[in-house]
């Protein structure tokens, strides 16, 4: 399938590709963002990418470098959280690579616990980068979208704010919020031809999943394995390349969804 999901995009996207767009990607240090970054780095795009640590971000952009995707790219350092911080990591992306043509919102957190055991603390903090992150990268960039007329959002939910999971309440709960609201912001801005989707993966080889057990995998997962990051950046590729989906959920979970 990602197989003529590629064939597709190099047969029809061939003019976005020709065309440098600015694209960024929170959390695309690492995990989906980082594969993310790489994909539209190689379709010729300047990136941005933004993360909270530093190093990581450095060591990003210096791997674009080192491949020959010479960019230029801009690396932020900035928690997602931090509404000033957003708004400055924004005018930065502006002033340096230009006007956002996408915005990948990748940056998220899990802290698995039972409800019981969930402190307020931990609950506060998981939404605040998990949904009012994206809320408040969206509202940065948005006004500029809608005055060009043209934009494409793409936001990573999780097949756990579809289906639930126990000990994963919280976590839930942020990824079915930032369903709704992908949907809602994409009514309030598609007369402006601005698009927002929603991507939602299942359980991807990256750091958040490492030490997930195999017996865990197979019987969660039809397709008895982990999806890699590349596979879904493949799927978040598609949309910014399709001027006439919006308001749509991908599910890109090896058909967890299937099950009961
Ligand atoms: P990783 O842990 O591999 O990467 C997370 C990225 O987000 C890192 O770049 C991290 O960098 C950044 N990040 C985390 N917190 C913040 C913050 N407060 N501000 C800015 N950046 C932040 O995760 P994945 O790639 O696996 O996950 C990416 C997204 O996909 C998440 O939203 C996750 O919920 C979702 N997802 C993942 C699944 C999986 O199985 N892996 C399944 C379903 C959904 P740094 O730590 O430097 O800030």
């Not at 010479?70 to 005018?91: N, R, Y």
């Not at 969930?118 to 509202?139: A, E, Y």
Request: overall charge positive; hydrophobic content about 40%.
């Amino acid at each position: 399938m990602f197989r003529c999901l590629e064939t597709w995009i190099e047969t029809h996207a061939y003019g976005v590709r020709k065309m440098s767009k600015v694209c960024a990607v929170f959390g695309g240090s690492r995990g989906i963002g980082n594969a993310v970054v790489t994909k539209f780095a190689e379709d010729g795009h300047k990136i941005a990418v933004i993360s909270r640590n530093k190093e990581s971000v450095d060591r990003t952009i210096q791997e674009l470098v080192q491949k020959g995707l010479k960019g230029p790219h801009l690396g932020v350092s900035c928690d997602v959280s931090d509404e000033k911080g957003v708004q400055a990591t924004i005018k930065s992306i502006q002033d340096t690579l230009g006007h956002i043509d996408i915005l990948v919102n990748s940056a998220g957190v899990n802290k698995d616990a039972l409800l019981l055991k969930t402190s307020t603390t931990d609950m506060t903090s998981l939404l605040q980068t998990n949904l009012v992150g994206p809320m408040l990268t969206c509202r940065a960039v948005v006004r500029s979208m809608v005055q060009r007329r043209a934009g494409s959002i793409i936001n990573v939910g999780s097949i756990i704010g579809v289906k639930g999971n126990p000990g994963q309440c919280v976590y839930s709960a942020s990824k079915s919020g930032l369903q709704g609201f992908t949907k809602s912001l994409a009514k309030e801005v598609a007369s402006r031809g601005v698009r927002v989707n929603l991507i939602v993966p299942g359980f991807i080889n990256t750091d958040m999943t490492s030490g997930m057990s195999e017996s865990i995998i197979r019987q969660a997962v039809p397709l008895q394995r982990l999806g890699t990051p590349e596979e879904v950046a493949t799927a978040v590729r598609f949309l910014a390349y399709s001027p006439y989906i919006t308001g749509t959920v991908l599910v890109v979970d090896g058909g967890m969804q299937l099950n009961i």
